[in-house]
């Protein structure tokens, strides 16, 4: 049986453009969830910054193995968040994506 992999990404929206990209995203959870039985765990999470009041848009993803990550990315709902994204310029640096495996600790006491 091949590895849960956990994924974090991090896109930080232009000045004005939080609220939209943050709809963008909860269109796009809303269809991993109907349509990605091998998405386990999909959450959209605001970082704020203390220091400067900026917030980035953090997603914290689970796939059941690199192949359900891996067809995630290639699914009709994504590449439309992306193009839209691009051609929109609604991103003020490229998305920052991490595939991180846990080291120590635990995810939950559930």
Do not use: C, W
């Not at 000045?15 to 269809?31: I, R, T």
């Not at 605001?46 to 059941?64: C, H, P």
């Amino acid at each position: 049986m091949s590895e849960k992999i956990d994924v974090i990404a991090i896109l930080t929206p232009k000045e004005g453009k939080l609220d939209y990209v943050l709809e963008m995203l909860k269109q796009l959870a809303q269809s991993v969830h109907d349509n990605e039985p091998t998405a386990l765990r999909y959450q959209v999470t605001r970082e704020v910054n203390v220091q400067d009041g900026s917030e980035d848009i953090v997603m914290i993803e689970q796939y059941s193995n690199m192949a359900a990550f891996e067809q995630h990315v290639k699914t009709e709902s994504f590449q439309e968040l992306t193009r839209r994204a691009k051609e929109e310029d609604v991103l003020a640096k490229p998305m920052i994506l991490k595939v991180v495996k846990p080291v120590a600790g635990f995810a939950s006491r559930l």
